[in-house]
C-alpha cells in the first residue's frame, strides 16, 4: 500500500541534543513537508520540497534543518538551537499538478528532557 | 496573509444530534479549501476539497459547503465514530500548495 512513513514513533531526547526525524514516502509525490503541531495550535509549516535537491522555509524554520537527496525521502532535523522542541511533528507530501490535498504520515513526537 | 478561524473550539453531540462546524478564512486569492479529520495522535485524514462558492460535497455523514468568506461541515445524525478533531485549511495559490490551517475544532459524539 501506497502513503508515509514516519519514524520513530516517540522520541525522548536530552536537551542540547540533535534529533533526526525521518519521514519516507512511496506515493511518487513530488512536493513533501514539514508541520509541527501544538496542543491548541494550528498546524505550522516548518520546512517544504517541491522538487529534489530544492526545499525552502516554512513559517518557523529556525532551529530545523532539512535535505532532499532523494524524491522517496525529506528528512527533519531538530537542532539544539530550537528554544522549544517537544512537539508532534507531521510529514505530508503532495502531487504536483494535483489539487493540492496533502496525504499526511502517523506523526512523531518528540519530547525533550 | 492568510487566516482561518475555526469554530466553536470543541463540540459535544448526543448520537444521533445533527449539527455544522464552521470554517471562516480571509485570503487573497482561494485556490482550494481542504477539510482533514484528525484522530487523536494520528496524522490528519484528506475529507474534502472545495474550490468555489457554491460547491458541496458529501462522504457519508458529512457533508462540506463553500461561500466566498467560509466553509461548514455539516454532520448528519453523527454517531460515536466520527469523535475527532477536524480540521480546515486552505491553498492561496501558487504552485507550492502551502496550506494555511485552523486550530481545528474537536468533536466529541456520546452514545
Known amino acids: 500500500d501506497g502513503g508515509i512513513t514516519q519514524s520513530p514513533k516517540y522520541l525522548f531526547r536530552k536537551e542540547g541534543q540533535n534529533v533526526t526525524l525521518s519521514c519516507e514516502q512511496n506515493l511518487n509525490h513530488d512536493a513533501m513537508y514539514w508541520y509541527r503541531q501544538d496542543p491548541g495550535q494550528g498546524l505550522r509549516l516548518i520546512y517544504y520540497?517541491?522538487?529534489?535537491?530544492?526545499?525552502q522555509k516554512g513559517d518557523i524554520a529556525e532551529g530545523y534543518s532539512v535535505s532532499r537527496e532523494k524524491k522517496e525521502s525529506f528528512p527533519l532535523t531538530v537542532t539544539s538551537a530550537q528554544k522549544n522542541p517537544t512537539a508532534f511533528y507531521l510529514c505530508?507530501?503532495?502531487?504536483?499538478?494535483?489539487?493540492?490535498?496533502?496525504?499526511f504520515g502517523e506523526g512523531s513526537r518528540l519530547t525533550v528532557l | 496573509e492568510d487566516q482561518v478561524t475555526q469554530s466553536p473550539e470543541a463540540l459535544r453531540l448526543q448520537e444521533g444530534e445533527s449539527s455544522s462546524l464552521n470554517c471562516s478564512y480571509t485570503?487573497?486569492?482561494?485556490?482550494?479549501l481542504f477539510w482533514y479529520r484528525q484522530d487523536p495522535g494520528k496524522g490528519p485524514e484528506f475529507l474534502f476539497t472545495?474550490?468555489?462558492a457554491g460547491e458541496e460535497k458529501e462522504k457519508e455523514r458529512l457533508k462540506a459547503t463553500l461561500t466566498k468568506k467560509e466553509s461548514f461541515l455539516h454532520i448528519t445524525a453523527p454517531k460515536p465514530e466520527d469523535s475527532a478533531t477536524y480540521l480546515c485549511?486552505?491553498?492561496?495559490?501558487?504552485?507550492?500548495?502551502?496550506?494555511?490551517f485552523g486550530k481545528g475544532t474537536l468533536l466529541t459524539v456520546n452514545p
Open positions: 472545495l474550490y468555489s
Open positions: 505530508a507530501s503532495t502531487r504536483q499538478g494535483g489539487s493540492g490535498e496533502l496525504f
Open positions: 520540497s517541491q522538487i529534489v535537491n530544492d526545499f
Open positions: 485570503v487573497s486569492g482561494l485556490r482550494g
Open positions: 485549511a486552505v491553498n492561496s495559490g501558487g504552485s507550492n500548495y502551502k496550506l494555511t
